[in-house]
């Protein structure tokens, strides 16, 4: 089984600046990796497919990056619909795991 | 416009049974492989269930020890979820969440709002 570890659990950040959040994969899962956005009480939506590629209508200030067992995803200037919790999840298998979650909070 | 509706949620005794189904609309339903995925209150998400197009291929997660089946009818666009044997470990939020391919093996591209159950005495 593949475990995700995201790092760090919280980021706690102000408006228009960088946010660089990590997750790493226990085993190499190449490039299939993804990530997510979540709001409280809404479903999570998908920001990032396969490392680094946007999903339709995501802004370009998200980005992804990485491949084998560490990847990245970074958002160039906070916006304050940003504050949310950011899942990573890979489908190297046909059960796919998802990391714990960083919670990006408003400094 | 992809659009998702589960319904079936509500509160359950343990060793109860619930059947969860989502209502698609906005693509060719029989084309995409869907999935199942639950969010325990207050915790991340977990992937319980897959799916394919034709109904060809189904996976589970480990820890459903065999009490849930996933189902779908590409005429009606529905995909189902008979959950059984339900504990108050399986108390959550449950999405379907519409698969990128047709073989289950992309990402969840559309996810409805989710159907509340929760499981106690």
């Known amino acids: 089984e593949i475990v995700l570890t995201q790092s760090p659990a919280t980021l706690s950040l102000s408006p228009g600046e960088r946010a660089t959040l990590s997750c790493r994969a226990s085993?190499?899962?190449?490039?299939?990796l993804a990530w997510y956005q979540q709001k409280p009480g809404q479903p999570p939506r998908l920001l990032i497919y396969?490392?680094?590629n946007r999903a339709t209508g995501i802004p370009a200030r998200f980005s992804g990056g990485g491949s084998g067992t560490d990847f990245t995803l970074t958002i160039s200037s906070l916006e304050p619909e940003d504050f949310a919790v950011y899942y990573c999840?890979?489908?190297?298998?046909?059960?796919?795991?998802f990391g714990p979650g960083t919670r990006l909070e408003i400094k | 416009e992809v659009q998702l509706v589960e319904s079936g949620g509500g509160f359950v005794q343990p060793g109860g049974s619930l059947r969860l189904s989502c209502s698609a609309s906005?693509?060719?339903?029989?084309?995409?492989?869907m999935h199942w995925v639950r969010q325990a209150p207050g915790k991340g998400l977990e992937h319980l269930s897959l799916?394919?197009?034709?109904?060809?291929?189904?996976y589970y997660a480990d820890s459903l020890k065999g009490r849930f089946i996933i189902s779908r009818d590409n005429f009606k666009n529905t995909v189902y979820l008979q959950m059984s044997s339900l504990t108050t470990e399986d108390t959550g939020v449950y999405y379907c969440?519409?698969?990128?391919?047709?073989?289950?093996?992309?990402?969840?591209?559309?996810w409805g709002l989710g159907t509340l159950v929760t499981v106690s005495s």
């Open positions: 969440a519409k698969d990128a391919y047709n073989t289950g093996r992309g990402w969840f591209d559309s």
């Open positions: 799916i394919g197009a034709e109904a060809d291929r189904t």
């Open positions: 999840q890979e489908r190297s298998k046909w059960l796919q795991t």
């Open positions: 396969d490392s680094f």
């Open positions: 906005g693509f060719t339903f029989s084309s995409f492989a």
């Open positions: 085993q190499n899962v190449v490039s299939y």
